[in-house]
């Protein structure tokens, strides 16, 4: 039986990943931190099938000791500070946790057992201001928050340990991938969330900032799917993970309020502009100014056909059916409030 450890377990990819350890005969251990009150989060129906380990990716000790305790055969690192936004306030705590942490855990493992196979969660941020369309492995980094600037630290070290130390360490530099257990604070999850509130009569609009940002969208139920596929090859590499599509924000608002059968029309321009029902003409978005990044990242379109040939890896939940279940799924989590 092949022991996993996953940092960032209650997350949504993490809780993912963990079915699809379990039902390939995995033994599952999660690192979380310890809190004043027990938070599950997403891994509340998998508690009694996996071993929670306390640990933090700032206390290299910690992270020691649970590689001490697991055992593990596969390590996937997916905790993170991943709201780009906070780490505008946050950016020395965010570089702790998403740069130094990934150091952290590798020292871990290279003193503990260094056979152990790594996989480091990258992100398209690293792109940022892109080079070129679509981004691929090849692309060159110019990243815009500082996210994406401690991302790309943690991409690069993983790198550097594999090519120093002949570890097994890849990167999979993973496009937006959002699903129904994705945090009330990312904008996708806020729109759906609004959509069911909405159609409640919970609340009467959502807030959002630039709906012209464009995006690569996927479902992290297939993208965790790709995280186990690039530990099993012969050899550690990065991939591009990604659908080859780019959408707006404004058409996941459109694609969201249409799967509770509102149509959204917009009137106005700029930050004036307001997205209506159609039927109604009532207000159901604004646009917010606070809500704007201080550097915009204005369009993300990742070519995964590197994943695809070597891992063999595909999508298979596309954008309506991501949003679909999203939407759904925030219908029947609010339908008795």
Known sequence: MKHALITGITGQDGSYLAELLLEKGYEVYGIWRRKATVDYGNILHLKDNIKLIYADMTDVISLISAMKISQADEVYNLAAQSFVATSWDTPLGTAEIDALGVTNMLEAIRIVKPSAKFYQASTSEMFGLVQEMPQTEKTPFYPR??????KLYGHWITKNYRESYGMYACSGILFNHESERRGLEFVTRKITHAVASIQYGLQEFVELGNLDSKRDWGHSKDYVRAMW??????????????????????????????AAEIEIIWDGTGIDEVGRDRNTGEIRVKINPDFFRPAEVDVLLGNPAKAEAQLGWKREINFQELVSRMVAHDLELLKNK
């Open 229 to 258: 596929l690039m530990l099993q090859q012969d050899a550690p590499d990065d991939y591009v993970i990604a659908t080859n599509e780019t959408r707006t924000v404004r058409e996941f608002v459109e694609t969201a309020f249409r």
């Open 145 to 150: 928050s500082p996210y994406g600037v401690a």
